[in-house]
């Protein structure tokens, strides 16, 4: 074989590794349908013990019932620093993280309680949502609630700002083509 050839086929087999190698190298491609959640929660401050130390977790939906549900909204996205206390009287805790985008704009909430920890009882003014991700327009919603979320009573809060038209009889979504999906904190 002449020194030519070799040089040749070493060329080539170098390029092959270098196109190999990249290839694999290459960070994977992010989840097509992934936004950002960002949401602001409004504890009450005109009653005493108006704090939790519950694990609280939500529910968004949109007009045609599709939903994202984060359970542990504190270790999935608290945004207030080590060693904050979130949910007490008169707080404006901030969550924010990714998930799979809801196809509509969220227009329906579900707060929830798990009524663990010394003072489960809370009491929410109001959460604020604002979503984005690539090739979708930013959405806004705010749930007023003012409401107590308290055991043995009612550890669950529903808010619907989707209109009539969009609500079952039964206050279900009524589809049965919904697309949902369960985020989880690591904790």
Known sequence: ?????????????????????????????????????????????????TG???KISVTFRDSAGNWIRINNIESWGGRMGP????????????????????????????????GSGMLPAWYVNYLELTTTGDHKSCGRQLFTLDTWLLPPFSLTAVKNNCGKSAVAEDGSFGLSSVVGHDVNSDQ
């Not at 969550?95 to 909430?109: A, D, E, K, M, T």
Request: with cysteine; glycine share 8%.
């Open 1 to 49: 074989m002449s020194i030519a050839l070799v040089n040749h086929m070493w060329f080539h087999f170098v390029i092959l590794l270098s196109i190999l190698t990249i290839s694999l190298s290459e960070d994977p491609a992010p989840a097509a349908a992934d936004c950002v959640y960002t949401f602001y929660i409004q504890t009450g401050s005109n009653f005493v013990f």
């Open 52 to 54: 939790t130390d519950s």
């Open 83 to 114: 060693g904050y206390d979130y949910f007490e009287a008169g707080n404006l805790d901030i969550f924010s993280g990714r998930g799979p985008c809801v196809p509509g704009p969220i227009c329906s909430l579900t707060l929830t309680s798990d």
